[in-house]
């Protein structure tokens, strides 16, 4: 859940992104590898690669603004949903439009990066983002799934906004202490660098959801008299 005007602006930042990258690309002679260091840099990344930031602004704005449609009934406590939902979505646009704006200025030349500062300062401002996040989420208030697969009775949901926090703020610290390491990934192959970051993201998520299987199986807790 995320307001109109987040919404919009996760929209502006996404089509100024992909477009600021296809007319860089249009400008190379082989758009398939995109110089970082420069026009004539020797420092290169597949043209891919670059729109991984703009696909995953993506995925977050429609898996938030998607959840109008997953939570609520149309209550007051949908506000709060809203309201970090809308905190989320705006702070992951400026992040990743930024880090996308200082790709293509260095790829143009008009400014210059240390590319190790860069990725490690990237990565840590991802993981205390999330972490905030996280921590803000277990405040959330109880509101009805709407699907069926997902529906939990109030104190089912109020352990898994819990579990979900604690999910979001240990991604978050693990990106935060990769960011610290990151010199050392030089000595990992490019693919399995990758996948240090992105297997454990995709377990959380899994995990997101065995927790809701598991507490559907748990009995009520006795009700106090």
């Known amino acids: 859940?995320?307001?109109?005007?987040?919404?919009?602006?996760?929209?502006?930042?996404?089509?100024?992104?992909?477009?600021?990258?296809?007319?860089?690309?249009?400008?190379?002679?082989?758009?398939?590898?995109?110089?970082?260091?420069?026009?004539?840099?020797t420092h290169r990344a597949n043209s891919l690669i670059i729109f991984s930031q703009p696909l995953a602004l993506t995925v977050a704005t429609v898996n938030m603004y998607g959840r109008k449609?997953?939570?609520?009934?149309?209550?007051?406590?949908?506000?709060?949903?809203?309201?970090?939902?809308?905190?989320?979505?705006?702070?992951?646009?400026?992040?990743?439009?930024?880090?996308?704006a200082f790709i293509l200025?260095?790829?143009?030349?008009?400014?210059?990066?240390?590319?190790?500062?860069?990725s490690r300062a990237a990565i840590a401002a991802t993981g205390l983002l999330l972490m905030v996040a996280g921590?803000?989420?277990?405040?959330?208030?109880?509101?009805?799934?709407?699907?069926?697969?997902?529906?939990?009775?109030?104190?089912?949901q109020k352990r898994h906004v819990r579990f979900s926090g604690k999910l979001l703020v240990a991604l978050g610290l693990y990106l935060v202490l990769i960011a610290i390491a990151?010199?050392?990934?030089?000595?990992?192959?490019?693919?399995?660098?990758?996948?240090?970051?992105?297997?454990p993201a995709v377990m959380m998520a899994a995990a997101k959801y065995w927790h809701i299987a598991k507490l559907k199986r748990e009995p009520a807790p006795p009700q106090s008299a």
């Not at 939902?85 to 930024?98: D, I, N, P, Q």
């Not at 200025?105 to 860069?118: C, E, F, I, K, R």
């Open 105 to 118: 200025a260095s790829s143009l030349g008009y400014v210059t990066m240390d590319w190790a500062v860069a």
């Open 69 to 100: 449609w997953v939570l609520g009934d149309g209550t007051e406590a949908e506000t709060p949903w809203r309201r970090w939902g809308t905190m989320f979505v705006v702070g992951f646009a400026v992040l990743l439009g930024s880090m996308q």
């Open 182 to 199: 990151l010199p050392l990934f030089k000595l990992l192959p490019r693919g399995m660098a990758y996948a240090v970051i992105l297997i």
């Open 1 to 41: 859940m995320i307001d109109r005007k987040a919404l919009w602006f996760a929209i502006t930042v996404i089509i100024a992104m992909v477009g600021s990258t296809v007319w860089r690309l249009s400008l190379l002679p082989d758009w398939h590898m995109m110089p970082l260091d420069g026009p004539n840099g």
């Open 135 to 156: 921590n803000a989420f277990p405040k959330l208030p109880w509101v009805p799934a709407r699907l069926r697969l997902l529906q939990l009775d109030p104190w089912q």
